[in-house]
């Protein structure tokens, strides 16, 4: 089966511009997580989706970022606007449903350098 | 607040020696812990998994042991190949209604040939 596809893989811009990220998950996955990864860190969660309604964005800045995903398939992360602490991977995963005791799927993720 | 600790950043091993990996937690509610992969570039991968309510969980050369009582899990990879060279991930799962995992720093496992 198809992975996990996010889009651009890589992405430079200067603060207080604005950005997006896009990703397409497993076909049939319900669940659709956005993390991001900080050098040296761990993987932090944002935003969970089940199907297009949100589970949890407890740790998602909403005063800059943003996500939606429409008609429960593909996902958007925003930021706007971007900051220097934002410089990040941005990781989306999937999964068939929203238990994740038996793990995620990864996409390869996006890297956003903010200058 | 680190849940989840990896304290060791970097392991160098042997090829056909055994690598351990180690994770500390604190909050004695996470009830399932995994184990990820990730290689340069890539995003991470799944490995292993196990119940709060297990000790141990084998699966081909990888083996994740936990100690609730020490809140501690070590991933055991027996015989270490330099394919296994990655940064290892362990992450809890907090809230078994949820799939969000937490996440510790990783640990950079180096197998030389």
């Known amino acids: 089966e198809a992975g996990v596809a996010q889009s651009p893989r890589y992405k430079i811009i200067e603060k207080r511009q604005s950005v997006a990220f896009w990703c397409n998950p497993i076909s049939g996955h319900a669940t659709l997580y956005w993390y991001q990864q900080i050098l040296g860190q761990g993987p932090k969660l944002l935003i969970q989706f089940q199907n297009n309604g949100v589970v949890d964005d407890s740790q998602l800045p909403k005063d800059r970022f943003s996500a939606e995903r429409l008609k429960g398939v593909d996902s958007t992360l925003k930021i706007q606007p971007a900051k220097l602490e934002d410089s990040a991977v941005y990781l989306c995963?999937?999964?068939?449903?929203?238990?994740?005791?038996?793990?995620?799927?990864f996409g390869s993720g996006t890297r956003l350098t903010v200058v | 607040d680190q849940q989840v600790k990896q304290n060791s950043p970097s392991l160098s091993v042997q090829e056909g020696r055994i690598s351990i990996l180690n994770c500390d937690y604190t909050?004695?509610?996470?009830?399932?812990f995994l184990w990820y992969k990730k290689y340069p570039a890539e995003g991470p991968t799944f490995l292993i998994s196990?119940?709060?309510?297990?000790d141990k969980n084998e699966d081909g050369r990888f083996t994740v042991f936990l100690n609730k009582s020490a809140k501690h899990l070590s991933l055991h990879i027996v015989p270490s190949q330099p394919g296994d060279s990655a940064v290892y991930f362990c992450a809890a799962r907090p809230d078994s209604n949820t799939g969000k995992l937490i996440f510790g720093q990783g640990t950079t496992l180096q197998v030389k040939p």
């Open positions: 909050n004695s509610m996470f009830d399932y």
């Open positions: 196990i119940s709060s309510i297990k």
């Open positions: 995963a999937s999964s068939p449903e929203g238990r994740a005791n038996y793990g995620y799927t």
